[in-house]
């Protein structure tokens, strides 16, 4: 089975711009993550999508994110504007319905850098 | 709250020796510990995870891990380095009940010297 596609794998974009994330989890997977690791830190949670709920969003860092998952399939996670402080590498994961944070898949992540 | 503590962001070890990588954890529940890996240009790998069944663990790739409770310490150890570990390991926590997100350590970058 495909794993969880994330792209694009690198993105450039000058302070102020606009940058959209996207992640493919594995068909079937309910609970679709999103983590962010700035540089040299620890990995941390932005938000969970059961289906297409938010289920929990208290990692979002301000208002500049936002997070959809349409239809409950692919996600994607958009930075307006983006500031210097964004630049880092984001992973989405996901798992069966019912199983949690226990059991999952990572993507490749998306690496973000801000000018 | 939960929180991981990786010892060391950077440990380098001769090929055929033993990897020791420190991890310790604060959690006023019963946790379940992972250890995940990172190898370059991919994404997080599950090496293993403690789930309350047996305290030592085995992972793939001859990795294991032993969860102390008296220690909060969830170590990783391999008993002889491949050139092909070297990469990023990483020690996160999670609590029983909600289960929905990982608190991740800071990482520890593993070189391994031919």
């Known amino acids: 089975e495909a794993g969880v596609t994330q792209f694009p794998s690198h993105s450039v974009i000058e302070k102020g711009q606009t940058v959209t994330l996207r992640c493919d989890p594995i068909s079937g997977h309910d609970n679709l993550y999103w983590y962010r690791r700035v540089m040299g830190k620890e990995i941390k949670f932005l938000l969970h999508?059961?289906?297409?709920?938010?289920?929990?969003e208290s990692g979002m860092p301000n208002n500049r994110f936002l997070a959809e998952r349409t239809g409950g399939t692919y996600s994607t996670l958009k930075v307006q504007p983006a500031e210097l402080e964004d630049s880092g590498v984001y992973f989405c994961a996901s798992s069966p319905p019912a199983t949690g944070a226990n059991v999952l898949t990572f993507g490749a992540g998306s690496r973000l850098t801000v000018l | 709250a939960q929180s991981v503590t990786q010892l060391g962001s950077h440990v380098s070890v001769s090929e055929g020796a033993l990897v020791l990588l420190r991890c310790n954890y604060s959690s006023s529940v019963p946790p379940y510990l992972f250890w995940y890996v990172q190898y370059p240009n991919q994404g997080l790998q599950l090496l293993l995870k403690?789930?309350?069944?047996?305290?030592l663990v085995k992972g793939i790739n001859g990795f294991e891990a032993e969860f102390k409770k008296s220690e909060t310490s969830f170590h990783l150890t391999k008993p002889s380095a491949h050139m092909s570990d070297a990469a990023e390991y990483f020690c996160?926590?999670?609590?029983?009940?909600?289960?929905?997100?990982?608190?991740f350590g800071q990482g520890t970058r593993l070189t391994i010297n031919p």
């Open positions: 403690y789930t309350s069944a047996a305290t």
């Open positions: 999508f059961v289906k297409e709920s938010k289920q929990d």
């Open positions: 996160a926590v999670s609590d029983l009940r909600g289960a929905q997100k990982l608190v």
